[in-house]
């Protein structure tokens, strides 16, 4: 391979000349050949997006040259538009902390800053990745920032995904509140319920969920950035931690603040792990209801087959005609990756010492992959699966008619034992609840047809 040769702290690295990164990411490279996983193009973006808002900040304080700051700017937003994404090389599982990716993002600034400014890739003169790039700055604020910053950035979609998903159930509330069909609990036969209110508390929970991942997300427009190495703003003027929060957030768009304290900030990943939180509730709570919608579409001949979801691929390789409920099985999958996502979040949360948590990296990768990839999931599933349901109102009906779960409704009137007899001779015979009723003469005519008006069965009623 055609390389250049430069020198960092442990000596000379072979790099490749055409490469805009250098010594310290070369180094990353054959040190961490772990995964074949690179970091997060929102982690990318939002390091970027640091790097941005520090020279400006360094600039405004006169701690940085005006017109390196600048070649900085214009560097770092070729980042942020997008450019340059090949050069960030680095393996997920890297060094402690994410000082390969922060050195990564500096070296590739620094490369092309100097590009523009007429230097040498590799010389770093006039711009340093450390000296400049990296001013009043360490690895351990710029890394929880980013994340938070590309955490905010993946929220808003996830929301709107969750926010669709509620709506196209509540669509479907709707148009099924006129659907009677059996209860169950226990997946046992219990008392009616409309389909319509099956649906509904299934949108109930998606709003809630949307509600848990907004609040939790609150917490991330506290940042540590001026905290430095340890949290004392070593090496930064006094007032950069507040100037570096005004550029970032003029940056983002994000309304973002230094943190009350930038040793607590720096110590603890709480706030990742109250995000994630979120995020595996919502999972599970996802969980239940696709595979709710398995188990009511199942069949189409010998399940329930109450719903009908629709079609998007062949079922089989080998049965033809088959029809899978592919988009839930989707997402469960992609559920059971959150839910995973977020024990090695909660290790690496609790594996934090002293001043620093050096786990930064899993966490960064897990939590935004799992905002990612849930909110994909979610639109998913409402386009292809949720807005085309169709229910089987005829069949719906006969179960819930035979069902054993209607005798609770006679418990007013002749009692628990007596309407536990009427089941079981249900059971027995085959005949339906009201059948039952009116052979053994337990209720007259009238009383049944108010009894049993499914109008009233499914609210309550004096």
């Known amino acids: 391979m055609d390389y250049r040769v430069e020198t960092d702290s442990l000596g000379e690295v072979r790099v490749p000349r055409d490469a805009w990164y250098g010594a310290q990411t070369q180094r990353a490279i054959e040190n961490f050949p772990i995964s074949g996983m690179r970091a997060h193009p929102e982690f990318v973006r939002a390091t970027a997006q640091v790097k941005l808002a520090a020279a400006r900040a360094n600039a405004r304080l006169g701690k940085l040259d005006r017109a390196i700051a600048e070649a900085i700017a214009r560097a770092a937003q070729e980042v942020?538009?997008?450019?340059?994404?090949?050069?960030?090389?680095?393996?997920?599982?890297?060094?402690?902390?994410?000082?390969?990716?922060?050195?990564?993002?500096?070296?590739?600034?620094?490369?092309?800053?100097?590009?523009?400014?007429?230097?040498a890739r590799g010389a770093y003169a006039p711009v340093h990745p450390n000296d400049h790039v990296n001013m009043s700055q360490s690895t351990n604020d710029v890394i929880p920032t980013a994340i938070r910053v590309a955490a905010l950035s993946l929220e808003p979609p996830l929301r709107a995904a969750l926010d669709a998903l509620a709506g196209?159930?509540?669509?479907?509330?709707?148009?099924?509140?006129?659907?009677?069909?059996?209860?169950?609990?226990?997946?046992?036969?219990?008392?009616?319920?409309?389909?319509?209110?099956?649906?509904g508390g299934w949108a109930f929970t998606v709003r809630r969920d949307e509600a848990r991942?907004?609040?939790?997300?609150?917490?991330l427009h506290e940042i540590n950035l001026g905290g430095s190495a340890a949290g004392t703003g070593l090496n930064t003027h006094p007032d950069y931690a507040r100037v570096v929060a005004e550029e970032l957030s003029a940056v983002t768009g994000f309304d973002l603040r230094p943190a009350a304290s930038l040793f607590g900030v720096m110590q603890s990943m709480s706030d990742f792990a109250h995000v994630s939180a979120a995020l595996r509730t919502c999972a599970l709570d996802l969980t239940q209801i696709a595979n709710d919608l398995r188990l009511l579409s199942s069949g189409p001949r010998t399940g329930l087959a109450e719903i009908a979801l629709p079609p998007v691929q062949p079922g089989s390789s080998i049965m033809p005609g088959k029809v899978n409920p592919v988009m839930a099985e989707m997402a469960d999958m992609v559920c059971f990756q959150v839910a995973g996502n977020d024990t090695a979040i909660a290790l690496a949360v609790q594996a934090g010492q002293l001043e620093l948590n050096v786990m930064m990296p899993v966490i960064a990768h897990n939590l935004l992959q799992s905002m990612q990839i849930l909110a994909h999931a979610v639109q998913a599933l409402c386009e292809r699966c949720v807005r085309g349901i169709t229910a089987d109102a005829e069949r719906a009906r006969r179960y819930f008619e035979s069902s054993v779960g209607?005798?609770?409704?006679?418990?007013?009137?002749?009692?628990?034992?007596?309407a536990a007899k009427v089941a079981q001779e249900s059971a027995r015979t085959g005949e339906t609840i009201v059948e039952v009723v009116r052979r053994l003469k337990l209720l007259d005519d009238a009383q049944i047809a108010t009894l049993f008006d499914p109008a009233h069965l499914t609210e309550p009623r004096a």
């Open 213 to 219: 991942v907004a609040a939790a997300a609150q917490s």
């Open 80 to 119: 942020i538009d997008g450019g340059l994404r090949d050069e960030f090389v680095v393996d997920v599982f890297q060094a402690g902390a994410g000082t390969s990716h922060n050195m990564n993002a500096n070296e590739v600034i620094a490369n092309r800053a100097n590009a523009a400014l007429g230097g």
């Open 168 to 199: 196209a159930l509540e669509d479907k509330a709707r148009e099924f509140d006129g659907v009677l069909k059996s209860g169950r609990t226990h997946l046992q036969d219990a008392v009616p319920v409309r389909l319509g209110q099956e649906f």
């Open 406 to 418: 209607m005798a609770t409704v006679l418990n007013p009137l002749i009692g628990y034992a007596a």
